[in-house]
């Protein structure tokens, strides 16, 4: 008998979309190495600044990728494609990862593949088994975006709900912001929720039509409450801080769940899955799971290292991409939207 020999798919995946300058390479559908070298420099500035986020991308590119070589045992020589996050993010930090990645490609005369950073996060779990099932209701909420998905095939989703203004990890760093947290935030509330009352102080809920959300009424309510407190208490923060925590943390997630509920029970799909920043929260990913025994759901919950920014999701996406021959030209350019 013959022995079949097939060239394996190796693909090098770059993400540079915020503040998190991310390299993976992925094998025949397995991930090698998942690399992130996360940007401190934004903590002091309360928030990411575009500017310097470039420049630190610029900064770490040519090492991680590097580093991300020799950790997988892989010579770029071997490289089947070159995968990149072409948007949504901020331009200046989009420019850096797309631009490495079409000139590599060019000089190795591999095809380069575009992955779009929101559909990355869902694909996410079709990293590790199990997989969910198709169709599935994905609810992706991370620092720049909520929404609810119908996800019908790999490039095939409905979008069926989203945020009408701030995005769930916006109102985590905001909240957190207003209690002096550094950034970012979400995960700090997260941390003193633990220890916290979820019912200790109650917030107004959201009160949007469909599978929509918002959360800026919500925020104005807790900057109010915040602030009216601390004029009668100038202690009140550090007096109260896990019970704020795990009070505005269980208003966020309550209003999240309870129009993802409303979802699955009217498109009667029990596979339900969580992805993005915000789906690392303690407060969530239990919620979930108790919903999920309550109504009978499968659920899916992504490993910490794949719900944060990161390039495993770009590279998963791109050998789905590479299967079909989904390759980019070289002219594509960056879209911050
Ligand atoms: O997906 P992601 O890493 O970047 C974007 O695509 O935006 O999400 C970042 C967001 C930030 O708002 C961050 O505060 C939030 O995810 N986040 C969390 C937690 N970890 C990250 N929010 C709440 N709890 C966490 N543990
Ligand atoms: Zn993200």
Redesign the pocket.
Known sequence: MWAVESTPVNILAIES??D?TAVAILQNGNILCNLVASQKIHAAWGGVVPELASRAHQQNIVPLVDAALKQSNIKKEQLSAIAFTSGPGLIGSLLVGVSFAKSFAMGLNIPIIEVN?MQA?IMAHFIDKPFPPFPFLCLTV????TMITKVNDYFDSELIGKTTDDAA??A??KAAKILNLPY????M??QFAKDGNPKAFVFPQPNIPNYDYSFSGLKTAYLYFVQNHVKANPHFIEENLSDICASIQYSIIHHLLKKLLRAADDFEIKEIAIA???S???GLRNAIEELGIKNDWNTYIPKFEY???NAAMIAITAYHKYMIGDFAHQSVSPHAR
């Open positions: 979309s915020c998190d950073h996060h991370s620092g720049g975006h990890g916006e985590f760093d970012p935030g979400g995960p509330i997260d993005g920043g915000v690392a929260n303690t719900c944060t920014d």
